[in-house]
């Protein structure tokens, strides 16, 4: 416990007048106090002015904290591109805390999902998986930035990346450590593989956001209906998908008769899945759909830089369109419901990223468009921005850390020597659920304590540097 003597001025006078209230309130005051008859109401406007004092003292900060960032914010930057951002990497964050979770199993820590014992919460991860939001306004910022460098290619590029990958490097030199240190102390090689494997596995999305931002100059007109078909296609040769109910359904969609050749094009199809199958390079080719399926979200923000998508018929479009499609395919042509990875399933819809996953992205493309108009509204109010603002300069070490600070507060609670529910019980049942909502805000905190030591690797030399650049 901290030692009163050493505490803030107005603490101390806070603490003093708070024990000498009580001291009233049972004694009746102290000697020299009821000599001077001063008034109870005296001495609780005491207390209230020390606790005024307090306040000020600690909201001060705040309030220039939010005049800095809204002084240094550009005045033509569009703040509802932040927010987008700040929502994409806030649902990332939340939904790997929610879907996953460190089972203490004979000693040994191993992964386990809700989505497996309680495969009914399925529609809850289309709340979270807001990757495609990430993408379409990487592939806005990327666009517009190229558009406007004064430099060379490799220099923008180098800055884009400098800045993505800047925090890794803490990332990698922290479980290095953590790593040896584990092993040194006897833990079980398999806990060690599978916490390294939480932590290192979401970086996959990292290296596939800095190979479309290095092809920003060759990808900036492409349309997005040529990734969008190449997902189709490749899921068509590994998965088949129902076959002939996709030729009926393009067919009736299309307007096509019976006797189009589209049933002989996937008959084709058929034949080329069963040979890549017999060679063993369906699983490869799947991995074409990693690039292609974020593509799609990438190429719509790039075309939004250069104007496009500019009218709400546009985003109606694409979200009504997008979540008919994925709704339908996963009604109709039997894709998994979940939008995220579910251990033990035979086909995830994000890895690599299906047709169905496509699909659902260009749906959150589009509610993302629709909600620019009252973002912007809301962020005029500077306490909001700054909270925004704040949240997009500390993007990647959000990311980077979270699931650390998961893992942190795991193994602070083996200390009490049981298994916590919500934190180290199976999550077969809802009361799980319940349990884990309580853990969340546990869990930010422990991403507070990360964000506070490691922060500053992801700054750039200046605030308003950053803020004109993110």
């Known amino acids: 416990m901290r030692d009163p003597a050493r ?3 107005w603490r101390r006078r806070a603490l003093a007048l708070s024990r000498d209230l009580v001291r009233r309130a049972v004694h009746g005051g102290s000697p020299e106090q009821r000599r001077a008859g001063e ?42 591109i932040d927010a987008l951002r700040a929502v994409a990497i806030g649902g990332v964050v939340l939904g790997h805390w929610l879907v996953t979770a460190l089972v203490l199993d004979s000693g040994a820590i191993r992964v386990a999902s809700p989505l497996r014992h309680m495969p009914q919460l399925a529609p809850a991860t289309w709340l979270f998986q807001t990757l495609a939001v990430f993408f379409l306004v990487g592939g806005y910022a990327a666009a517009r930035s190229r558009g406007a460098a004064a430099g060379t290619y490799r220099q923008w590029l180098g800055a884009r990346l400098a800045r993505l990958f800047r925090p890794v490097g803490v990332v990698l030199a922290v479980w290095s450590v953590t ?68 030729v009926g359904a393009v067919s009736a969609l299309a307007g096509w008769p019976a006797s189009h050749g589209l049933s ?16 063993g390079l369906s699983e490869s080719l799947g991995s074409v759909n990693v690039v292609a399926g974020w593509l799609v979200p990438y190429c719509l923000g790039a075309a939004w830089a250069r104007g496009a998508l500019r009218s709400r018929t546009a985003g109606w479009v694409l979200l009504v369109g997008g979540a008919v499609g ?145």
């Not at 209230?48 to 005049?67: F, I």
């Not at 002989?264 to 060679?279: F, P, R, T, Y």
């Open 264 to 279: 002989d094009s996937l008959g084709s199809i058929k034949v080329v899945a069963g040979w890549l199958e017999s060679h």
């Open 179 to 246: 790593v040896a240190g584990m092993l040194a102390a006897g833990a079980d090689t398999v806990t060690v593989a599978r916490l390294v494997k939480l932590v290192v596995s979401p970086m996959w999305f990292l290296v596939v956001f800095a190979v479309l931002t290095a092809a920003t100059p060759l990808v900036a007109r492409l349309h997005p209906m040529w990734p969008l078909v190449t997902v189709a296609v490749i899921d068509l040769v590994r998965y088949g998908v129902g076959g002939s109910s996709w």
């Open 326 to 470: 994925a709704v339908g395919l996963v009604v109709g042509a039997g894709y998994p419901a979940a939008m995220v990875g579910v251990p033990g399933a035979a086909v995830s819809n994000l890895d690599p990223p299906t047709l169905a996953a496509v699909s659902f992205g260009l749906a959150q493309c589009g509610a993302a468009l629709l909600l620019l108009g009252p973002l912007r509204r809301v962020l005029r109010r500077p306490v909001v921005w700054a909270a925004v603002a704040l949240v997009n300069l500390s993007a990647m070490t959000i990311f980077l850390w979270h699931q650390s600070a998961m893992i942190l507060v795991t193994a602070l609670g083996l200390l009490t020597g049981e298994a916590l529910p919500g934190l180290h019980t199976v999550p077969d049942g809802p009361e799980w659920v319940l349990a884990r909502l309580g853990w969340v805000p546990v869990f930010g905190l422990a991403l507070a304590v990360c964000w506070v030591a490691f922060h500053a690797r992801e700054r750039a030399p200046s605030r308003k540097t950053r803020l004109a650049n993110a």
């Open 7 to 9: 505490a803030r001025p």
């Open 39 to 80: 008034p109870m109401c005296n001495l609780a406007s005491r207390v209230g002015r020390a606790a005024a004092t307090g306040r000020h003292q600690v909201l001060a900060p705040l309030r220039d904290l939010v005049r800095r960032v809204e002084r240094d914010t550009p005045p033509d930057r569009d703040r509802a």
